[in-house]
């Protein structure tokens, strides 16, 4: 197996500007996480699903942060309108008992 | 790749010594506990875990001791090298597979 797949690994964009980065989880895996690391604030958790619904968004800073999951190898995180302080790395996690596997993360910069 | 450890503590630690980094948690109701390492560039990887009901686990060069009464973690490695060179978090397990993270410690290991 690849392991937990992200895309892009970076993305720099200008403020104002849609942001879409995607995961593949790693196959029969039924939880998916998405988190945020910052070195102000390490690492924060975002919004988790399981089989595909979402169980608990209240890491998601604000209404421009929306995420989905269609179906059980893939799930989106948008920000949209993107903004400097969303400057960050951001990290999808898979896991099917207790042991999340990390994706490589994507490096965020807006402008 | 990115920089995640300029504000956290860091041990120095000689090539061949053994290190010892610590982590303290807060909620006395969590029965399992996570160390993870996390390279330049790369996603947090698992290393080791232990669940509540025990004091202490071994793994390959790697020990983890737990102190319930008073919520602390710490990880022992051995024969440090410099490959060991990162930066380690500890997480404890919340409730649905939810982890929360520790700020991270950072290991530089001297040749």
């Known amino acids: 197996d690849a392991g937990v797949i992200q895309s892009p690994r970076h993305e720099v964009t200008e403020m104002g500007q849609e942001v879409t980065l995607r995961c593949k989880p790693i196959?029969?895996?039924?939880?998916l996480f998405w988190y945020r690391q910052t070195m102000m604030r390490g690492l924060e958790l975002l919004i988790y699903?399981?089989?595909?619904?979402?169980?608990?968004d209240s890491g998601m800073p604000e209404d421009r942060f929306s995420a989905k999951m269609p179906n059980a190898s893939f799930s989106t995180l948008k920000i949209q309108p993107s903004e400097p302080r969303d400057s960050a790395v951001y990290f999808c996690?898979?896991?099917?008992?207790?042991?999340?596997?990390f994706g490589p993360g994507t490096r965020l910069t807006v402008l | 790749g990115e920089s995640v450890g300029l504000h956290l503590p860091t041990l120095s630690v000689q090539e061949g010594d053994n290190s010892i980094i610590n982590c303290a948690y807060s909620n006395s109701a969590s029965d399992y506990f996570i160390w993870y390492k996390q390279e330049s560039g790369k996603g947090p990887q698992f290393i080791i875990d232990?669940?509540?009901?025990?004091d202490k686990r071994q793994g390959q060069r790697v020990t983890v001791l737990l102190n319930k009464t008073v919520k602390h973690l710490s990880l022992q490695i051995a024969a440090t090298q410099p490959g060991d060179s990162a930066v380690y978090f500890c997480a404890e397990n919340l409730a649905n597979n939810r982890l929360a993270f520790g700020k991270g410690n950072q290991v530089v290991v001297i040749p």
């Open positions: 699903f399981n089989n595909n619904v979402p169980i608990d």
């Open positions: 232990i669940r509540s009901n025990m």
């Open positions: 196959s029969g895996h039924n939880s």
């Open positions: 996690a898979s896991t099917l008992s207790n042991e999340q596997f």
